[in-house]
C-alpha cells in the first residue's frame, strides 16, 4: 500500500479535499486503484507536539518526500464528536451519509463523487472516534489508517493501490497535534517509496484579483526555502470549474512527481483524461439558464446544501443547461414576515413565482415550515415541478392533507406533538432522547409499486433501487389510504409496504416526494434520477427523458441533450466530470 498524505498551511478552507479528490482522478486515470480517508480537524486538549515540533516536523517530510501545491477555499470547524451527525449545518456544512448510516464530513462525499468509490464510516477518522478505543493515540491512529486503507471501495476485490489521507485544519493548529505526530511515526513505519506528503498552501500575491499562475522566480524560492525541488511545486489557479483541477495537476505532471514518490512509475500510465477533459470544456459552454429555486431553512451557507447543489449541477449539465439557484429562505415566505418585513417577503415570493422549478430539501426543526408549506402548495396549484427531499416529502404531505383533504390541523408530530390529523409521525424504532446515531439512516430498499410512474421510469423501469436515508419521522401509513383516493400517489415503499418512500401528483407536470436523499449518489457522470427529472421537467425535455427506454451510456447526444446511463444501485462504471461556476459554490446564484 502507498499513502499520499494531504496537509494545509497558511489559512483553512484552502480546498485541501478538492486537491485530495484531484489527486486522486490523477491517479486513478493512470490505472491505479485509489482509495481516500479523512481525518477531520478535532477540538482537543494539548498533547504530544509543540507548535515547533509540528512545523519541524511538516519541514522534514518537505524536504523527504513532498509535492508543494499551491492554492486556495474549504472551511472546517473544530469539533470532539465521533461523527459529524449532531453538527449544526451553519458550523460545519451539510452532514454526508453513507451506505453503512455513516454521517461524515462533507468532504467524503467529495471523494465518492470524483472517484465513483463507495466509502465507509471508518474513512472518516475523528478525535471522537480515537479517544474511545485506546489512551495510546497515536497507535490507534495509525492502526486505524492500516486498517482503513485496504478495504476495496472500488466494488473490486483486494485493497487499493494507493490510499488518499486528507488531514483536515491548518498545520500548527492545537487540535491537530497528535495525528501529526501520529502520520510522522507512520512514515518511518511505511519507508521511504510508500509515503508522499502534499501540502496544500497560499502564496499571497499583492496587485493581482484572484488566484494566479505562479511564475518561475516566485517557484524557485519556494523550492529553496521548502527543499522541495521546482518540478514538484505545483499551482492551482482560478478556473472556469472546478472539473479542470486534475487537468491542472496532469498538465503540471503532478502525477510523475507523486509516482516517482512512491516508487511505481513502472505500474502506472500515462493518465487517460479525454471524457474529464472534453466534459470540463462543455461545461464552460452552457448559457442556457435553468433557474431554480431553494426553498430551505439553511440558506445562508451553500455548504449545508452542498449534495443537492451538486445533484441539480450534474442533472444540469446532462440537460446541456446552465444552472441558476434562486436562495429563498423559507420563513421569508410566510405571513409574519409580509407584516414585518413586506419587502423581503414580497422579494422571496418573486424569486419563487420566477423559478423554473421548487425544490424543498431535507432539514430539522419547525423554523420555516410554513413557508416550506406554501411553496409546495404554490409549486401543487401552479404545476411548477417540484422536488421535495425527506423533509421536503413530508411537507408535501402536510400541504396535501391541509389543502385537499381540507385537514386544517394537518401536521407533523415533530412539530407539534398534540395535532388532532398527525399525517407525519415518529418512527417506532428511533429514540426521542437521543439525538446522535438515532435515526433510520443509511442504505435502505424502495420498492416500485407501479411500473408507469415517472420516477419508476426515471430510474430505468427497475423493480427497486437502494437510496440512502436519514430521517427520524415518515408519513402516517393509517392516513395513506385516505392521501391516495384524493390523488396523492405513494409510488415506492419499502419491504413491508407500511413505510411510504416515494410519492407523486401523477396529474402534475413533476410533483415528486422522496424520503430518502438521492443527492447523496450523484455522480457527474450519472445525475441522481430524480434530480435529472426536476431539471428536465423544468426546462422542457421531461417527455422526452421518458420516452427513452433504454437509455445509453453517457454521452453527448447531437441533440444537445445529455443521457447518462442508469445503474439501479448508483453506481456507474465510468469516470466522468460535471459543471462549475465562478462563485465558487459551483453554482451562479443572486
Given at each position: 500500500m502507498k499513502y499520499i498524505l494531504v496537509t494545509?498551511?497558511?489559512?483553512?478552507?484552502?480546498?485541501?479535499?478538492?486537491?485530495?479528490?484531484?489527486?486522486?482522478?490523477?491517479?486513478?486515470?493512470?490505472?491505479?486503484?485509489?482509495?481516500?480517508?479523512?481525518?477531520?480537524?478535532?477540538?482537543i486538549p494539548p498533547m504530544v507536539l509543540s507548535i515547533r515540533a509540528s512545523l519541524a516536523y511538516l519541514y522534514f517530510l518537505l524536504h523527504h518526500f513532498s509535492v508543494?501545491?499551491?492554492?486556495?477555499?474549504?472551511?472546517?470547524?473544530?469539533?470532539?464528536?465521533?461523527?459529524?451527525?449532531?453538527?449544526?449545518?451553519?458550523?460545519?456544512?451539510?452532514?454526508?451519509?453513507?451506505?453503512?448510516?455513516?454521517?461524515?464530513?462533507?468532504?467524503l462525499g467529495n471523494y465518492e463523487r470524483f472517484l465513483?468509490?463507495?466509502?465507509?464510516?471508518?474513512?472518516?477518522?475523528?478525535?471522537?472516534?480515537?479517544?474511545?478505543?485506546?489512551?495510546?493515540?497515536?497507535?490507534?491512529?495509525?492502526?486505524?489508517?492500516?486498517?482503513?486503507?485496504?478495504?476495496?471501495?472500488?466494488?473490486?476485490?483486494?485493497?487499493?493501490?494507493?490510499?488518499?489521507?486528507?488531514?483536515?485544519?491548518?498545520?500548527g493548529d492545537i487540535e491537530s497535534m497528535p495525528f501529526i505526530e501520529a502520520l510522522g511515526q507512520f512514515s518511518y513505519r511505511v519507508g521511504l517509496g510508500n509515503f508522499c506528503?502534499?501540502?496544500?498552501?497560499?502564496?499571497?500575491?499583492?496587485?493581482?484579483?484572484?488566484?494566479?499562475?505562479?511564475?518561475?522566480?516566485?517557484k524557485e524560492k519556494l523550492s529553496q526555502f521548502c527543499h522541495v525541488p521546482i518540478a514538484n511545486i505545483v499551482t492551482l489557479y482560478d478556473v472556469t470549474n472546478i472539473w479542470h483541477i486534475p487537468l491542472l495537476l496532469r498538465d503540471q505532471k503532478a502525477h510523475e512527481a507523486l509516482l516517482k514518490a512512491l516508487n511505481i512509475q513502472g505500474l502506472a500510465q500515462e493518465p487517460e483524461l479525454e471524457e474529464w477533459t472534453c466534459r470540463a470544456?462543455?461545461?464552460?459552454?452552457?448559457?442556457?439558464?435553468?433557474?431554480?429555486?431553494?426553498?430551505?431553512?439553511?440558506?445562508g451557507l451553500s455548504d449545508s446544501y452542498l449534495s443537492v447543489l451538486k445533484a441539480l449541477l450534474h442533472a444540469s449539465v446532462a440537460c446541456r443547461r446552465k444552472l441558476v439557484v434562486d436562495w429563498v429562505p423559507s420563513s421569508d415566505l410566510e405571513a409574519a414576515t409580509a407584516k414585518e418585513a413586506p419587502d423581503v417577503h414580497e422579494a422571496a415570493w418573486n424569486l419563487l413565482k420566477g423559478a423554473d422549478g421548487i425544490l424543498v430539501p431535507g432539514g430539522f426543526g419547525d423554523r420555516g415550515?410554513?413557508?416550506?408549506?406554501?411553496?409546495?402548495?404554490?409549486?401543487?396549484?401552479?404545476?411548477?415541478?417540484?422536488?421535495?427531499?425527506?423533509?421536503?416529502?413530508?411537507?408535501?404531505?402536510?400541504?396535501?392533507?391541509r389543502n385537499v383533504l381540507n385537514l386544517e390541523d394537518a401536521n407533523s408530530t415533530e412539530f407539534d406533538p398534540n395535532t388532532k390529523n398527525p399525517c407525519v409521525i415518529f418512527m417506532p424504532e428511533g429514540s426521542k432522547t437521543h439525538m446522535g446515531g438515532t435515526m433510520r439512516l443509511g442504505s435502505r430498499r424502495t420498492y416500485?409499486?407501479?411500473?408507469?410512474?415517472?420516477?419508476?421510469?426515471?430510474?430505468?423501469?427497475?423493480?427497486?433501487?437502494?437510496?440512502?436515508?436519514?430521517?427520524?419521522?415518515?408519513?402516517?401509513?393509517?392516513?395513506?389510504?385516505?392521501?391516495?383516493?384524493s390523488g396523492l400517489a405513494f409510488v415506492g415503499k419499502d419491504d413491508s409496504g407500511r413505510r411510504m418512500e416515494i410519492l407523486e401528483l401523477p396529474s402534475h407536470s413533476y410533483y415528486v416526494g422522496v424520503q430518502f436523499h438521492p443527492e447523496?449518489?450523484?455522480?457527474?457522470?450519472?445525475?441522481?434520477?430524480?434530480f435529472l427529472g426536476l431539471i428536465a421537467a423544468s426546462c422542457g425535455l421531461l417527455k422526452s427523458l421518458l420516452s427513452r427506454e433504454n437509455l445509453p451510456p453517457a454521452k453527448m447526444m447531437t441533440n444537445g441533450f445529455l443521457t447518462p446511463k442508469v445503474y439501479q444501485n448508483g453506481y456507474s462504471k465510468s469516470l466522468s466530470n460535471g459543471k462549475y461556476y465562478a462563485n465558487g459554490n459551483g453554482l451562479t446564484s443572486r
Open positions: 494545509g498551511g497558511v489559512v483553512s478552507g484552502l480546498g485541501k479535499g478538492v486537491t485530495a479528490s484531484s489527486i486522486g482522478v490523477v491517479l486513478k486515470a493512470c490505472g491505479l486503484r485509489v482509495t481516500s480517508i479523512k481525518i477531520g480537524k478535532q477540538l508543494h501545491i499551491e492554492l486556495g477555499r474549504e472551511v472546517q470547524d473544530p469539533y470532539l464528536n465521533t461523527d459529524a451527525g449532531t453538527m449544526s449545518p451553519f458550523e460545519h456544512g451539510e452532514v454526508f451519509v453513507l451506505d453503512d448510516g455513516g454521517e461524515v464530513d462533507l468532504d465513483d468509490i463507495k466509502l465507509t464510516r471508518d474513512n472518516n477518522i475523528t478525535t471522537g472516534k480515537i479517544y474511545q478505543v485506546v489512551p495510546h493515540i497515536t497507535d490507534a491512529i495509525q492502526e486505524w489508517i492500516e486498517r482503513v486503507a485496504v478495504i476495496p471501495v472500488d466494488g473490486k476485490e483486494g485493497p487499493a493501490d494507493v490510499c488518499v489521507i486528507e488531514l483536515g485544519g491548518t498545520i506528503l502534499v501540502h496544500v498552501s497560499l502564496v499571497p500575491v499583492l496587485n493581482v484579483v484572484g488566484e494566479q499562475p505562479l511564475d518561475d522566480n516566485v470544456k462543455i461545461c464552460d459552454t452552457l448559457c442556457d439558464p435553468v433557474r431554480i429555486a431553494m426553498v430551505g431553512k439553511y440558506t415550515v410554513q413557508g416550506k408549506i406554501l411553496a409546495a402548495k404554490y409549486a401543487r396549484e401552479s404545476n411548477i415541478p417540484y422536488l421535495g427531499i425527506c423533509l421536503g416529502m413530508q411537507i408535501a404531505v402536510i400541504e396535501f392533507a416500485f409499486q407501479a411500473k408507469d410512474c415517472k420516477s419508476a421510469k426515471l430510474y430505468g423501469n427497475v423493480k427497486y433501487v437502494d437510496e440512502r436515508h436519514r430521517h427520524r419521522y415518515e408519513v402516517n401509513p393509517n392516513l395513506v389510504m385516505k392521501l391516495e383516493s447523496f449518489k450523484s455522480w457527474p457522470g450519472k445525475p441522481s434520477p430524480l
